[in-house]
């Protein structure tokens, strides 16, 4: 099956690599130097098991094959957005955390959109290196109606890189955006890597206030199995520094606003007090106004 | 005139050198090493003017003089104020930041307590090098029944250096304090110079949310008024890392509960809302733990 992969991050990487092992895979990147790179030395694989894959890169948006998946961050997917508006109708697979991608799915009513919730830890190393840092899976659930044929398209039944089909979403997206929106701004400010925010007792405190306040914004019910599900990631991730803290360390745009900034916009709304989500948002956002 | 000063951080190498001016100083230090280099070399003062202060340093408390200034931090006064304790009555002024030292005078009343406001800038480069980053002024006030003469005995005419009397402390302890807990924690929690502070539109956001919950706790009035003082302060020293910031730097105690844990504790006994001393409280203690 033809596959097109947009961006060249970690997860881009990870996903064109593994994928072509069975499937034909474009990787649409945003520059052409990473493309002539990738073109040129394939995507070399690190950390689960060690390899190059093959694949074609391209870097100008024709995105022609029949099933795309979009792994750009979520401040890159407006130009994404006006490209596929574009284009006859197709199969998207958004593999973004947060929720902001998911309110403008709308704009595409002609695409059959799929909701990807990826549980892998991947660290970019290069152009075309990745690090497989942490082994999970990719789940993936129609936004609108259910069809159950893509994952029986996409998977290639391998055991480092499966992929599974969820009837409804929204659980594990927002169990997935609670544990970003707990970890990432956390992390990012205090400079710690993801272990830290359960072991270090003056950060989890921190960690389950924000924790609270996140739940109350989203109305979410059965906290204490939430919370659980934050911590495990936070344990199973201990020695990793998560994609905020690297994106700072970088001095990069953060991913802030699809993840607090909608909260705290949601929180505002519904007249929710939302202390901590407002000090961190406006900490994160401050940090990043300073290298301009 | 005999005077003691007792701590060789910034605030007692640069109160050593310019009283022994005009006084026989004599500087306690903690260690025998830091005794023995300003002993030998001296005390290098730089910045406002460059020289060398010779005077006479020991290690061991005997504290023989008439006036002693304690320029210890917070977390060092408990075996300072043991020693005040077995001493014969003296006269005793304390240059700390915040509130800690003032909430113990009752324990030494045999002594003539004042309460010192220093308002120099001022940096420790080596155990007998002190940089002069702000000219300043000491403003001293009599804890409890007022004597002038103490101004008169201590001053020694330096413009560089200047010494003035205050009948009531309460006013500008007040204002250092307010100043201090806005400017200390965020500073050493973003890792930012003051003047960002006021500079950056989202830090500034943040600092006078954390200004007005200080106001509330210590029921301050005239808050315009206030929040001017520190911005002024952090706007005079814009290019200044606080002290708090350069002890977490350097991995050390910050004085974090003297300045922050005493508003904290009194929030919460007024039921005050607190979320933000409260988060910085526990990031700083959280990162300070870090390290152990």
């Known amino acids: 099956m033809k596959i097109g992969v947009v961006g060249g991050g970690a997860i881009g990487l990870l996903c064109s690599a593994y994928l072509s092992e069975k499937h ?16 040129k030395n394939g995507v070399k694989v690190f950390g689960s098991r060690n390899w190059t894959a093959k694949i074609t890169a391209e870097w100008t948006p024709s995105y022609k094959e029949e099933i795309i998946l979009i792994a750009v961050k979520q401040h890159h997917l407006s130009t994404v957005f006006e490209k596929l508006k574009e284009l006859p109708p197709k199969r998207i697979v958004f593999l973004q955390n947060g929720l902001g991608h998911i309110d403008r799915l709308k704009e595409i ?32 659930s129609p936004f609108r109606e259910g069809k159950r044929q893509i994952v029986e398209d996409l998977d290639i039944n391998d055991p480092l890189f499966p992929i599974s089909f969820t009837e409804d979403w929204k659980p594990i997206v ?6 970003n929106a707990v970890i990432n701004p956390l992390t990012a400010l205090f400079g710690v890597r993801n272990g830290q925010l359960v072991e270090n007792s003056e950060l989890l405190f921190i960690a389950q206030k924000l924790f609270l306040e996140i739940c109350a914004v989203l109305e979410l019910k059965k906290k204490e199995e939430l919370w659980e599900y934050v911590a495990e990631i936070a344990k199973k991730t201990r020695h990793n520094r998560s994609s905020m803290l690297i994106d700072r360390d970088n001095k990069k745009k953060t991913e802030i606003d ?13 007249g929710i007090p939302i202390h901590l989500i407002e000090f961190l948002y406006k900490a994160i956002k401050g940090l990043e106004n300073l290298e301009e």
Chains 1, 2 share one sequence.
Do not use: W
């Open 174 to 179: 927002m169990k997935k955006l609670v544990a």
């Open 109 to 140: 009513p002609h695409h059959e959109a799929y909701i990807g919730i990826v549980e892998h830890g991947a660290l970019k190393l290069s152009f075309n290196t990745v690090r497989h840092t942490g082994i999970g899976k990719i789940s993936i």
């Open 24 to 39: 034909e895979v474009t990787l649409y990147t945003r520059g052409k130097e990473q493309a002539d790179i990738i073109q």
């Open 258 to 270: 699809a993840i607090l900034g909608v909260l705290l916009q949601k929180g505002q709304q519904k």
